[in-house]
Nanobody, 114 residues
Framework: QVQLVEYGRGLVQPGGSLRLSCAAS????????MSWYRQAPRKERELVAY????????SYGDSVKGRFTISRDNPKSTVYLQMNRLKPEDTAVYYC???????WGRGTQVTVSS
């Protein structure tokens, strides 16, 4: 059974930084693409960042380009999301997603507020 567990929830001031991590189990991590999504209140879930299985292909949502960085450590079965220059509009529940098999984490709350 696939398990994706997100870590790193928190309250951050605007302009601050936060790193999320997602520990995966129950899948062959090195063969699965990984993504981060987020969902703000009353909004649809949106793609934040994507990384291919070997990390060769990376893409970001337009709203986070230049501020967020996705990375992965295949031996540790972990994917990371480094978030810098955070804005109040980044406030959302952030979800980890595995592409193979398709699986979601339960999400972790990120709040950006002064």
């Amino acid at each position: 059974q696939v398990q994706l567990v997100e870590y790193g929830r928190g309250l951050v001031q605007p302009g601050g930084s936060l790193r999320l991590s997602c520990a995966a189990s129950g899948l062959t991590f090195s063969t699965s693409s990984m993504s981060w999504y987020r969902q703000a209140p009353r909004k649809e879930r949106e793609l934040v960042a994507y990384i291919s299985d070997a990390g060769a292909i990376i893409s970001y949502g337009d709203s986070v380009k230049g501020r967020f960085t996705i990375s992965r450590d295949n031996p540790k079965s972990t994917v990371y999301l480094q978030m810098n220059r955070l804005k109040p509009e980044d406030t959302a529940v952030y979800y980890c997603y595995a592409g193979l098999p398709r699986s979601w984490g339960r999400g972790t709350q990120v709040t950006v507020s002064s």
